[in-house]
């Protein structure tokens, strides 16, 4: 598989060393990118930093957009000046697929920056899903973490919000736990984070031995104790419908940026 970003920020990037821990050549991924910083770390990976002039000739199977929504049309429209016949990878948050100028040439996709560690989470949608050229994205993004393919481009908005910004949501909660923790920690800041580090590592080791938080949360809690105490506080101040709201207001907000263009 041969493939060419066009930008080559904070998602591309984390695509790229995904794909290249899972062994991907960098001959085989090409960058367009016009910062002068982020061009000086791509070529210190290997890759090739080429010209739209170059899309053609070169033969890519498909050319990742990950530029963001105020410039994803106007590179779409000199991506199909250079190369009438590519196949536009789109990770633009909030540009349907319909807002750009060849719709079927299109395949929208929302990753996140876990494919850096082959950890990511991706929703991919496209008009047809049968198509090499879908079937081909799918197996880009298996590379580097796990790929959930969405029967309505509408479901992108909640996605986003729970996958793409939730897990923002999460690193605020957890600031505030390791916020407490420093309060009473005697050890530098370095030891406590990376005690904390461990911590949070574990939650994942915890889910991947049970899948189920229930189970979990019954194996720390026991009756009329510490946790239950918690647990109790954390329903009366009514957790579930916090964070449903945060993802409704993500939503919401998604829906309008794809609006807005
Ligand atoms: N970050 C995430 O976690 C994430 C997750 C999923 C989806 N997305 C989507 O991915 C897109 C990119 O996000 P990002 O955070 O990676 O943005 P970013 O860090 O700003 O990266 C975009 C890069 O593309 C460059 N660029 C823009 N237009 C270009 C052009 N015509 N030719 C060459 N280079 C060009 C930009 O250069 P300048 O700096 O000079 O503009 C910038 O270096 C957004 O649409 C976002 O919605 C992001």
């Not at 429209?77 to 719709?103: D, M, R, T």
């Not at 299109?106 to 991919?124: E, S």
């Not at 949070?200 to 510490?226: A, C, H, R, V």
Request: charged share 20%; aromatic share 6%.
């Amino acid at each position: 598989m041969k493939i060419c970003f066009l930008g080559c920020g904070n998602i591309a990037q984390a695509i790229i060393d995904g794909l290249l821990k899972s062994g991907m050549q960098p001959s085989n991924i090409a960058c367009i990118e016009r910062n002068e910083h982020r061009v000086k770390l791509l070529k210190s990976q290997n890759l090739q930093i080429i010209e739209l002039d170059n899309l053609a000739s070169l033969g890519f199977d498909l050319i990742l957009l990950a530029v963001k929504p105020k410039d994803a049309l106007s590179a779409e429209e000199s991506i199909f000046k250079h190369a009438p016949k590519a196949i536009i990878l789109s990770v633009v948050a909030g540009i349907g697929i319909e807002k750009y100028s060849q719709p079927k040439s299109i395949i929208r996709a929302m990753p996140n920056t876990a494919c850096a560690f082959g950890k990511g989470v991706t929703a991919i949608y496209s008009v047809d899903q049968n198509s090499k050229a879908f079937i081909l994205a799918k197996s880009l993004f298996k590379k580097v973490g796990h790929v959930l393919t969405l029967q309505n481009e509408e479901e992108m908005h909640r996605f986003t919000s729970i996958i793409g910004s939730g897990q923002a949501f999460l690193f605020l909660v957890l600031n505030t736990y390791l916020n407490e923790l420093e309060k009473i920690s005697s050890t530098d800041q370095v030891a406590t984070k990376s005690m904390f580090q461990d911590f949070i590592s574990s939650l994942g080791d915890s889910f991947s031995q049970d899948l189920n938080f229930e189970s979990l949360i019954n194996k720390i809690k026991s009756p009329g104790g510490t946790t239950q105490a918690g647990l109790e506080s954390l329903e009366n101040n009514n957790l579930d419908k916090i964070l449903q709201d945060a993802f409704q207001a993500a939503e919401d907000r998604s829906i309008e940026i794809s609006n807005e263009q």
